[in-house]
């Protein structure tokens, strides 16, 4: 079994920097902060007055762990333990669930359900019980 540390103080805080986040990018642009929507713009043919915002806020995504690792002296590295077609997989399969369910986790999770938005309750208790199901199965079964 694979064991997970508790870290309420840095989930809160986490969890606060990105609802802080996603609440200046709609009052500055009057857009949702959903991941696969911002990184789907970024490519042909949306070239508009947004693409900066668009790539800074990427960059901020990418660059984050970095910041992180100047101020504390500590890189955090994540430990995949899956090969890498497991991994194309499982990417080919978030990009076509994130297509299919007009969204993503943070577009749904994050920003429609404080919006109160219906399609984002369902996507939202979809892709949370496939999760549960995937950790389920992989940690029980497999």
Do not use: K
Not at 33 to 58: C, H, T
Not at 65 to 72: E, N
């Amino acid at each position: 079994m694979i064991a997970t540390e508790f870290t309420p103080v840095a989930s809160l805080l986490g969890g606060a920097l990105i609802g802080a986040a996603a609440v200046a990018l709609m009052a500055a642009t009057g857009r949702i902060a959903g991941i696969s929507g911002i990184a789907a713009r970024l490519l042909p043919p949306y070239a508009d007055s947004g693409l900066a915002g668009r790539v800074a806020f990427v960059l901020g995504i990418v660059l984050a762990p970095l910041l992180v690792g100047l101020a504390t002296g500590t890189l955090p590295l994540p430990q995949i333990e899956a090969s890498t077609p497991v991994l194309l997989l499982a990417g080919l399969l978030v990009g076509f669930g994130a297509v299919w369910g007009n969204g993503c986790t943070s577009g749904h999770g994050v920003c429609g359900l404080s919006r109160l938005s219906m399609r984002s309750v369902v996507a939202t208790a979809v892709f949370m019980a496939a999760a549960f199901a995937t950790v389920f199965v992989t940690r029980h079964l497999i």
